[in-house]
């Protein structure tokens, strides 16, 4: 199949912006779709062709499967990449585009039916040899479920089968709790997925978070991209990714890398995609679940692989085999993402839409910012209010550190507020720092950033007496070499120290 002349990006901000490029360096036609808020927007500007789908609300617009392959046949696109959130791992969406005769950037729709399906996906992780967590792998009664537990042995997860993101999720720490639990998970995941079936899984204590990047042509060809560790999230929103994942061995890579093209071949999978795993205390990796689209924190991927992703992505919808093999996959250095979201990290992280009145961004050696906005933009109420990723590359962590600090630094947004500053708190963690955290980071580390605000003081305190102590013994009061990243803090310390002696 020759390449497309035209493709439709069923998106809006920052996904859009970025498959524009993709399109643009391939000589590909791009045609954007906006709803009526997104009128002006950034996306709209760079496409070669932007068609109105409707009002603000999602529902309205970027969920308007019939009016948007309407678009796609009136504007004669020939593929249609649906980015990641909105119509990407809906199923009905890539039937209607197969029906229609348009191309459905990504994978089979029985590949995101199944992997939808979260019990599928464990059956189809178990038959490729997948370390699973324990637990069950069919929907079950509530019955089933206390006599399940009391099998596996309590703290056990309970699950949405449809579920995905954290919502029907329970945890249980004993039989007394589970029947409320189970009440609680059914109605929730009945009202978000109209599904309400559960399943369980034994409980893993302070997991960390992480997946495999995956690329699969039509041919059944594939590639492992090397990992993404993802641990620091909130709400089960990602915050911070990086690659590659401090406590991953090369030995480990290769194995959690193979079992990902085996889960996915298993599965019938072709296309991007990540294959999540959670990890134990021990390093122990298990199998967690597939997301089926381009993932937003992909670019940390680009930056050390130098694969365009969302590039071979189309050119496998196209039905070409993939021009990489293992062997020229050679992942350099660290890359790390910060999300850039309009939310108050000073305020429990509330939504923060507006018009961007002031915009600087940070460049340089080792800098990408993916940009959905500009200056004079709107950040609307009713989408997800990511407004930028910057992604830093250097040759190992502490150096992508420093210039996630830097470029933190030079980063300014005026009008609505941003997670810059809880970005910037972060880069001097000394947790964060030591690569020694898990998804319970933001939680018991941060929680609001107004603690952290005190946190910063008792640090320079502690800073304080530390320096004091050194100076009047002549030598450095802390057990064990510090890392360049705490010698880093402590430069930062002694700038900010002599900031406030003036
Ligand atoms: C778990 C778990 C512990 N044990 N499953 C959260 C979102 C969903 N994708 C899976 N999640 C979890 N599943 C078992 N058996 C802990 C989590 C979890 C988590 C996972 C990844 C990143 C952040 C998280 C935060 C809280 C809980």
Redesign the pocket.
């Given at each position: 199949m020759a390449l497309f002349k035209k493709i439709l990006i069923a998106n809006r901000s920052e996904i859009a912006v970025r498959i524009i490029r993709a399109c643009r360096e391939m000589g590909i036609g791009a045609v954007a779709v906006y709803s009526d808020i997104d009128r002006d927007s950034l996306h709209v500007r760079l496409a070669q062709e932007a068609y109105h789908i409707g009002p603000s609300p999602a529902s309205e617009s970027y969920l308007n499967i019939e009016k948007i392959i309407e678009v796609a046949k009136k504007a004669g696109c020939q593929a249609i990449h649906p980015g990641y959130g909105f119509l990407a791992e809906n199923s009905q969406f890539a039937k209607r585009c197969e029906e229609e005769g348009i191309v459905f950037i990504g994978p089979p729709r029985e590949a995101i039916e199944a992997m939808g399906s979260k019990t599928v996906a464990r059956q189809t992780a178990m038959k490729a040899g997948a370390p699973l967590?324990p637990?069950t792998l069919e929907p079950l009664s509530d019955e089933e479920i206390v006599a399940k537990a009391k099998e596996i042995g309590f703290p056990?997860?309970l699950?949405a089968v449809s579920?995905?993101?954290?919502k029907g999720?329970r945890?249980v720490h004993s039989e007394d709790e589970i029947e409320s639990a189970v009440r609680m998970a059914r109605s929730e995941a009945g009202s978000a997925f109209s599904d309400d079936s559960l399943y369980l899984?034994?409980?893993?204590?302070n997991?960390?978070?992480v997946e495999m990047q995956i690329l699969v042509d039509r041919q059944g060809n594939g590639v492992y991209l090397g990992e993404r560790e993802?641990?620091i999230?909130r709400r089960?929103q990602?915050v911070i990714e990086e690659t590659p994942a401090m406590m991953l061995t090369p030995e480990l890579r290769k194995k959690m890398g193979e079992t990902a093209l085996k889960v996915a071949a298993a599965a019938g999978y072709y296309s991007a995609g990540t294959v999540?795993f959670?990890m134990d205390a021990n390093n122990n990796f298990?199998f967690?679940?597939v997301n089926t689209r381009l993932q937003v924190e992909h670019p940390v991927t680009e930056m050390v692989t130098g694969i365009d992703i969302v590039k071979e992505m189309i050119r496998i919808a196209a039905g070409e085999p993939l021009s990489i093999s293992q062997e020229d996959v050679q992942p350099k250095g660290a890359a790390i993402e910060c999300r850039i979201y309009a939310e108050d990290p000073y305020n429990n992280f509330m939504p923060s839409p507006g018009t961007i009145t002031g915009l600087r961004l940070p460049g340089g050696p080792g800098v990408r910012v993916d940009l959905g906005v500009f200056e004079g933009a709107q950040v609307p109420l009713e989408y997800d209010p990511i407004i930028a990723k910057l992604i830093v590359w250097g040759k190992d962590r502490p150096e992508a550190v420093e210039r996630a600090r830097r470029a933190l630094d030079e980063f300014m947004v005026k009008g609505v507020k941003t997670t810059l500053p809880f970005h910037r708190k972060v880069m001097e963690n000394p947790i964060f720092l030591s690569g020694e955290f898990d998804?319970?980071f933001i939680d018991t580390i941060f929680k609001k950033l107004d603690e952290g605000r005190e946190n910063r003081y008792q640090d320079l305190a502690i800073a304080v007496a530390a320096i004091a102590e050194e100076s009047s013994e002549g030598t450095r009061v802390e057990k064990g070499a510090p890392s360049t990243g705490e010698c880093n803090m402590w430069k930062l310390y002694t700038r900010r120290l002599q900031m406030m002696r003036g």
């Open positions: 967590i637990g056990v997860m699950k579920g995905g993101g954290g999720m945890l899984e034994k409980y893993i204590e997991p960390r978070h993802c641990s999230q089960h990602k999540e959670l298990y967690l679940e998804t319970t």
